[in-house]
């Protein structure tokens, strides 16, 4: 069972940064992946950024280049280090973890972007 908490979340104007944390419950170095994901008003659940055991990464086409994922192994955190942010980004971001075919969800993390 691994338990995920985020935080980092709040309410900035476009253009501004946040860094979101997720904290795991155990060791993140097992994980075979770690994700953030955002769901928008009236949206889907979308991928936003994933980070593998070994450090590839990749990322939303709408997130390139302005959002950074990375991993602290020794913290057992992933973060999300969210730039030039855009009121589109509003949303609630959860992170997620997968270990063999079993995945684990946070509690989410409110992100508000103002124009």
């Known amino acids: 069972q691994v338990q995920l908490v985020e935080s980092g979340g709040g309410l900035v104007q476009a253009g501004g940064s946040l860094r979101l944390s997720c904290a795991a419950s155990?060791?993140?170095?097992?994980?075979?992946?770690m994700r953030w994901y955002r769901q928008g008003p009236g949206n889907l659940r979308e991928l936003v950024a994933g980070?593998?055991?070994?450090?590839?990464?990749n990322y939303a086409d709408s997130v390139k280049g302005r959002f950074t994922i990375s991993r602290d192994n020794s913290k057992n955190t992933v973060y999300l280090q969210m730039n030039s942010l855009k009121p589109e980004d509003t949303a609630v971001y959860y992170c997620?973890?997968?270990?063999?075919?079993?995945?684990?969800w946070g509690q989410g993390t409110q992100v508000t972007v103002s124009s």
């Open positions: 980070i593998t055991r070994g450090s590839s990464t």
């Open positions: 997620n973890a997968v270990l063999s075919t079993a995945g684990y």
């Open positions: 155990g060791s993140i170095f097992v994980l075979d992946a």
